[in-house]
């Protein structure tokens, strides 16, 4: 597996305002991935962040909302941009460690509550 | 795209107990992940299961592929082990990893 660190674990924020959300990883890996998880709800995928280009979206999640960063093969940021209360949730950044299995593992989650 | 039903929805227990967890998919998968969510929002991972049978401690899973369904065991249930149980699958085709909606469980002391 892999050692994955998220800052900040959790933050209350305005509504209007934006927040980056760091994914950092303790070796190389070649697919990171952000999720989103709403309150009583299960996780969606945002994104698939990809090393340098831009990052490929789901369907409902646009880059003006959910900006991406991925400058290297350890290191990830998911800003949101312009939040309401409807982006109270929590974010989780995912990784495949390159085991030819598919399998993920997610880092401890950034909680994020906009009054 | 594939769908994931888990039941039950959620599960009350008394420490001690035994449980039975399933998830039932839609199509062929590549990946069938088992991940508990601790009260914190942590999200752990408990099998990589595509096929087969795996233990761990009190945790044990079995996938059976052909049948579409996968079954997560829990014996001598601890309250530690409450929270969220989620299944994951990537469908034959690659592409994401899919959520079910989970289960809650709860184990009384």
């Known amino acids: 597996s892999a050692v994955i660190s998220q800052k900040p674990s959790r933050d209350i924020c305005q509504r209007g305002t934006s927040l980056t959300i760091q994914c950092q990883v303790d070796s190389q890996v070649t697919m990171m991935f952000w999720y989103r998880q709403q309150p009583g709800q299960s996780l969606t995928l945002i994104a698939t962040?990809?090393?340098?280009?831009?990052?490929?979206?789901e369907s409902g999640f646009v880059i003006d909302k959910f900006p991406i960063s991925r400058p290297n093969l350890t290191f990830s940021t998911l800003t949101v941009s312009n939040m309401s209360p409807e982006d109270s949730s929590i974010y989780l950044c995912?990784?495949?460690?390159?085991?030819?299995?598919?399998?993920?593992?997610f880092g401890e989650g950034s909680r994020l509550t906009v009054l | 795209g594939i769908q994931v039903e888990q039941s039950p929805p959620d599960l009350i227990l008394q420490e001690g107990a035994n449980s039975t967890l399933r998830c039932n998919f839609s199509d062929s998968v590549n990946n069938l992940q088992w991940f508990h969510q601790n009260p914190w929002g942590q999200l752990i991972n408990l099998f990589y299961i595509p096929s087969g049978t795996k233990q761990n401690g009190r945790l044990s899973a079995t996938t059976v592929a052909t049948e579409r369904y996968s079954l997560l065991y829990i014996s001598s249930s601890q309250t530690t082990d409450s929270g969220v149980y989620f299944c994951a699958v990537t469908g034959n085709q690659g592409g994401k990893l899919i959520f079910g909606q989970g289960t809650e469980l709860s184990v009384k002391p």
């Open positions: 962040a990809n090393q340098g280009s831009e990052a490929t979206y």
């Open positions: 995912s990784v495949d460690v390159g085991l030819n299995t598919g399998e993920l593992f």
